[in-house]
Structures are given as structure tokens and as C-alpha cells.
């Protein structure tokens, strides 16, 4: 994989998820202040509610930094940092929605929950979390969710595929 064995691997796109959050945030309080200012309502009062709103959008758009280890798998945000034991995984559960989510509980109650789209367009971290899952089925401690990660695997590879057939133009 091109990495030490106890090296740590991160999300290679979380720089760039911020400064899209960043400038979506940007956006919003440049036409706030524009659209005050055109229509003479403009105040310093008003202005520090829409650097109030702008800055609430930057918070919610504010990406997880997804890294992995040898046995660990955190999710660090704004406000502070989770951290799970994948070779002493409990429980992996897929949560469906708007938005889907793959969340994380080991044998010390630590849990995690991350966007499966990160661990599919980064190997590497999918590779760490695979790695440690099969630890955690082969002592007994992963109790539930082995299907999840088996169509959450057979999806990485498909796409992993699906991304070297495209570089070597055989797509």
C-alpha cells in the first residue's frame, strides 16, 4: 500500500472539503451584506448576524477528518475527536437516510460515525478498517454487522476497479 505498518492514513480531500466550506460560507455572508447594502438597511448590528449565519453555515459544513492507524479509526470535527479500536470492533451498523452513515462501536463503548463515501474513494483507510474488522470476527467481538462491511467492501473494490480501468484508459 506504499505505508508503514503503524503509519496513520487520513482523508486525502478533507483540505479541500474545508475550503468549499469556507467559500460556501464566504458567498453567503458577501450577499447578505450586499443585498443590506443595496437596499440602505446596512448596519453594524446587521452585519454581525450575517457573520453569525455565515459562520453557523461553516460549522455544519465543516467536514469530518477521517484518519486510520494499525487498530484505530478517529473522526475529528470541529468540537473534538472520536476514536475507535477497529480490532476490537463490537458492532458496524449502515444508517440509511439523506445522508448515510456508517457507524462504529468497539468493546469500550468509543464510537464513530463517518460518511461511507470517504472509505470508498480512499482505499487506504478502507484498507485499515478492513484490516482491523477482521481482527475484531476473528476473536468474537464483532458481533453484529459483518453483512454491512461485506457490501460496503464488495462496493470499494468495485469502484476501486472501476477507477483503474479508467487510468489505464480501458474503461
Known sequence: MGERPGEA???????????????????????LLLADWGSGRFTCRRAGLWLALAGLLFAVLYPARVSA????????RLLGERRVRTDLLVSVRCLDG????????DAFGGHVEIDPEVLVTHPRLWHRLDEGARKSAASGTLLCGATDLLRLSQRVERETARAVF?????E
Open 166 to 170: 479508467k487510468v489505464s484508459g480501458l
Open 9 to 31: 492514513t487520513n482523508d486525502i480531500e478533507w483540505a479541500r472539503d474545508v475550503w468549499s466550506s469556507v467559500r460556501c460560507a464566504g458567498v453567503l455572508l458577501a450577499l
Open 69 to 76: 492507524g494499525e487498530g484505530w479509526l478517529s473522526s475529528r
Open 98 to 105: 439523506v445522508s448515510p452513515r456508517l457507524l462504529l462501536r
